[in-house]
């Protein structure tokens, strides 16, 4: 009898690392496409919306299954970990964007920089304090 409980919570915690293994692989997949999304020119907005929907139904479900089988200890931090690694990653390359030229601007008392760069897009930079906007924007 103890066998049996041992070998299914055993194939049970192998399910729930391999669907946290999956999840977490495609959050990183998803957020590098992501942050290609927002360095690209062109917008395919119903893509996006698909990519981003099935991966947090996928997260939902994992963590549904685990309270249900009573392992949330366990996988709560686990998928913190992977929440947090995703972050730093897109923080890390989010700053890769380099202006070749800096220009001070206005709008109804807002201040901003206009950054000439490749990338269209707009951003703020915590460190500085400042809104940059691209100048194709």
């Known amino acids: 009898m103890n066998e ?4 299914g919570l055993l194939s049970a915690l192998y399910l729930v ?3 946290v293994l999956f999840a977490g692989l495609t959050l990183i997949l998803l957020s590098l496409r992501y ?3 927002i360095r690209s020119r062109e917008r395919k907005e119903k893509y996006v ?3 981003y929907l099935v991966p ?4 939902l479900m994992i963590i549904l299954w685990s ?4 392992i949330a200890k366990a996988l709560i931090p686990n998928i913190f970990l992977i929440i947090i690694l995703v972050v730093v990653s897109f923080s890390l390359r989010a700053r890769i964007v380099k202006c070749i030229k800096e220009e001070d601007a206005s709008i109804e008392g ?3 920089k206009i950054c000439y760069t490749d990338v269209i897009n707009a951003w703020y930079h915590p460190k500085k304090r400042k809104i940059y906007v691209s100048n194709k924007l």
Request: net charge negative; glycine share 4%; charged share 5%.
């Open 49 to 51: 919306y698909v990519f």
């Open 56 to 59: 947090l139904i996928v997260i």
């Open 67 to 70: 309270l249900y089988a009573g």
């Open 35 to 37: 942050y290609n999304y």
């Open 4 to 7: 049996i409980m041992t070998e």
């Open 17 to 19: 690392l391999f669907t």
């Open 110 to 112: 807002i201040n901003y």
